[in-house]
């Protein structure tokens, strides 16, 4: 019996009940919601003639002439208003193989996202399955424009030298898609978007499909136009060729798709409306901002040889009293978090690594330079009201360590924790939730700065028929470890860094915040390049926020321009010294009062309103707009070289039949209050005197 979904009326207006934060998409009318449930009925059905949206080859043979003849079902319950689960079920008679594509589909919101479980129910080892593509489907193209491929460069893009000092990482890129181009994204060495984006947008002909691909891991995405059949998307493992033994199950990457009619930067909403109620994690059941966060410990010391560009000098010089002079110093600052970076470790960074054991302040703090271990110091922060966050790297086992040397079968010989062995992830599990309770952390801090690549490769060459299974096992433990500790501290959220942004993929998105997106700003900030710093988070901020609504990075300076260039999501990373007399402290106080203020418009719709480039003779705009309270700001950025003092701009969202409240700042402090026309409104003129200068627009309908 063929199974159908339940489209009730215009579904985009079902009351969608938030909590805190949470931005409300009541009354704002999205068609793609129903265009994504009629793709789903059609892509999840029990009709064995509908194409499936995945492929594989499986005994040699591919998917496509196989599963005619397998058994299909589909299962469909409702999880709640908001969510309807579809399962389709595919059984092979023969060998017992289950593929089970587990489904959700969002009645408040956009997007498809399912994840595939495979199972070998026989009793007899499985054929050879390889080339597994959780996603496989065509977009039709049109006639008369070459689609395009919408996608962003990742943390560290090809060719773009040194990763200190890359300044286009995640910028927005289009990729003409004529008959006959072939695209490939995947991941380097292990790593997720070191070098590309795992998401990514088709359009052809004002309609298209985002597709985010869930992998921490080896992960390969194929965007092909086929001459006269259309644009071939295709992701899922790069390596992949593996029989699976009687009663075992694996996991492919998970996969969300918004499919989407009308323009480009509409679609991009559609997506961040789903993240915010579906996929952005949560602190105690609620969607939280990332924090104004103070991070300069390590950076910057009161020695006159102290120097920032010497990994031996920062591990020297980062110590219990050094902290303690960072955090008195920021007293009266409202900031919302005290950050500890890796270097507090025994035997520094990254030599360090792996020393890791209980009890945890006694193991792990280096015993000279943290005599007394972290928590005087975690207490401390509390005292002032504030929220510790604390550096681990629980992947990486560095020679000699404790873990090195107490527990050997824990690691490979390449120093990789092998998150894949249930005993070593229970291990880190216990180990992480201890720290978290012993220092009452505010944000887990979890780096990798270990490619794990090598290490499952290694795995792979002793079984030639097992080729994949080392990297599925780690990867499963690792979002598992995740979700037990989050499980376990529901008040305390987990940082995403990965030696930057290199696991900024949907799975991660689910599980914590990257407060850390790129190690490109390091070199900037340590040299007193603000204006360097200032360009590369506001590429990033532009790039980044299609998809992924709430990111911060290493930022510095308190001044409107280089301050409000550091801000994303509402919240910010500050990396400047503060300590020194006549620092400008009450600039900086109006700064993060000015984040606490527009922190509200972070939660809404999302544009960009200038080409986004690295140019520093450019303008960059953007434009945060809250269409259900018919408000939102603009933030405009003139860089240092950009010639121009004025630039028009044409802000979306406005009605020109109402009239709007304007207010400008480009200072902290208001400079300009008028009445506007919509109509005018729709054609702004930014003036902006200083070369570099900002300037902050809120409006607001009457």
Not at 339 to 349: L, P
Not at 368 to 387: E, I, T
Not at 507 to 526: F, G, H, K, Q
Request: glycine share 8%; with cysteine.
């Amino acid at each position: 019996m063929k199974t159908h979904l339940k489209v009730i009326g215009v579904v985009s207006q079902l009351v969608f009940l938030m909590v805190c934060c949470e931005p409300a998409f009541a009354s704002v009318p999205d068609p793609s919601i129903d265009i994504n449930h009629r793709w789903a009925e059609k892509a999840f059905a029990e009709d064995a003639t509908s194409p499936l949206p995945f492929s594989f080859v499986y005994g040699g043979k591919p998917s496509s002439e196989l599963v005619s003849s397998w058994q299909r079902r589909v299962v469909q319950t409702y999880l709640d208003k908001n969510r309807i689960r579809r399962t389709l079920i595919l059984t092979d008679p023969e060998t017992k193989l289950e593929i089970r594509d587990v489904a959700t589909l969002y009645t408040d919101t956009a997007g498809v996202d399912w994840m595939i479980h495979i199972t070998n129910h026989g009793k007899t080892d499985s054929p050879i399955l390889e080339k597994f593509r959780a996603v496989d489907v065509t977009l039709a193209a049109n006639t008369k424009d070459a689609p395009v491929l919408h996608s962003l460069y990742g943390c560290y893009p090809p060719d773009s030298g040194e990763i200190f000092r890359v300044i286009n990482g995640w910028l927005p890129v289009d990729v003409p898609l004529p008959e006959g181009k072939r695209v490939e994204y995947k991941g380097v060495g292990g790593k997720a978007t070191w070098a590309h984006s795992s998401i990514f947008n088709v359009e052809s002909g004002g309609r298209g499909v985002i597709t985010a691909v869930g992998w921490i891991g080896q992960w390969l995405g194929v965007v092909e136009h086929v001459k006269n059949k259309g644009v071939r998307i295709q992701a899922g493992m790069e390596n992949m060729h593996l029989k699976l033994r009687p009663g075992e199950t694996i996991r492919t990457p998970r996969i969300i798709q918004l499919y989407w009619h009308g323009k480009e930067a509409d679609a991009y909403n559609s997506f961040r409306r789903m993240m915010f109620a579906h996929i952005l994690p949560r602190l105690n059941g609620k969607l939280f901002h990332p924090p104004i966060a103070y991070a300069g410990t390590h950076l910057f010391s009161d020695d006159p040889n102290f120097n920032p560009h010497k990994l031996e000098h920062i591990n020297k010089y980062t110590t219990e009293a050094n902290a303690m002079k960072h955090l008195h110093a920021i007293a009266d600052l409202e900031f919302e978090y005290f950050w500890m970076d890796a270097f507090f470790t025994r035997n520094g960074f990254s030599s360090g690594q792996g020393n890791y054991d209980f009890p945890v302040d006694k193991v792990t703090p280096d015993p000279v330079r943290f005599p007394n271990g972290l928590k005087p110091l975690a207490d401390a922060v509390l005292k002032q009201d504030k929220k510790f966050i604390v550096w681990y790297e629980p992947e990486r086992v560095a020679w000699n360590t404790v873990i090195w040397n107490k527990y050997p079968h824990f690691h490979d010989r390449l120093g990789l924790f092998n998150m894949g062995l249930p005993e070593a992830r229970e291990f880190m599990t216990k180990y992480l939730d201890a720290v978290i309770k012993e220092y009452k952390l505010g944000c887990l801090r979890i780096d990798c700065c270990i490619n794990p690549l090598p290490s499952w490769q290694e795995v792979d060459k002793k079984d030639p028929n097992r080729v994949g299974m080392a990297e599925i096992r780690y990867v499963e433990g690792w979002y598992r470890m995740l979700d037990d500790i989050i499980q376990k501290n529901p008040g305390t959220f987990i940082d995403n860094c990965a030696g930057g942004g290199t696991r900024l993929e949907i799975e991660m998105c689910a599980r914590s915040i990257p407060l850390w997106r790129t190690d490109a700003v390091i070199y900037p900030i340590n040299a007193g390049d603000l204006n360097g710093t200032a360009i590369r988070n506001q590429v990033i901020t532009a790039g980044l926020s299609r998809y992924i609504p709430f990111t911060t990075g290493g930022s510095s300076g308190s001044s409107p321009y280089h301050f409000r260039s550091g801000i994303s999501g509402g919240g910010i990373t500050f990396n400047q010294d503060v300590r020194p007399e006549g620092y400008p402290r009450e600039q900086l106080k109006q700064a993060i009062a000015e984040l606490k203020r527009i922190r509200k418009y972070f939660l809404g719709d999302f544009y960009t309103l200038t080409k986004v480039t690295v140019d520093p003779k450019d303008w960059c705009i953007t434009q945060y707009h809250r269409p259900v309270e018919k408000d939102g700001m603009i933030m405009a950025f003139r860089r240092h070289e950009a010639a121009e003092s004025t630039m028009k701009c044409r802000p979306h969202g406005i009605d020109p039949k109402l009239n709007y409240e304007v207010k400008s700042y480009t200072d902290y402090k208001l400079s300009d209050s008028r009445r506007m026309s919509g109509a005018e409104l729709q054609s702004l003129e930014l003036k902006i005197d200083k070369m570099p200068g900002s300037v902050l627009v809120e409006y607001k309908a009457l």
